[in-house]
C-alpha cells in the first residue's frame, strides 16, 4: 500500500461581503483549498465569468469543497443574504 502524500497548511481566509462577487487571496505556495459555505449558500464558478445569484455552482450552507483547480479563477457571490465563505489552503 502507497502511503498518502501529507499536505502543509498554507493559511486561512474567511471571506464576507458577498452581495458582490469576490476571488480568494491565495497564500503563496499553495495549490489546493478547502471551502465551506458557514451561513447561507454561495454560487461559484471558475470559468472566467462571474457568477451570480442563480447562475453557476451552488454551494449549500454548511457544506464544503475540496478545490484544486486554478485557484486564482474561482469566483463567488451569494445565493442568501449574509453568507461567509471560510477556506483553508495546502501545498
Do not use: H
Amino acid at each position: 500500500m502507497q502511503k498518502k502524500e501529507q499536505t502543509e497548511n498554507k493559511g486561512f481566509q474567511q471571506i464576507t461581503g458577498l452581495n458582490t462577487v469576490k476571488g480568494l487571496t491565495v497564500p503563496d505556495g499553495a495549490r489546493m483549498c478547502r471551502i465551506e459555505a458557514k451561513t447561507q449558500a454561495v454560487s461559484w464558478r471558475d470559468d472566467g465569468t462571474n457568477p451570480t445569484a442563480s447562475i453557476g455552482m451552488t454551494l449549500a450552507a454548511g457544506a464544503g469543497i475540496d478545490y484544486d483547480g486554478e485557484l486564482t479563477k474561482i469566483r463567488f457571490i451569494e445565493v442568501t443574504a449574509s453568507a461567509v465563505l471560510n477556506v483553508s489552503y495546502y501545498a
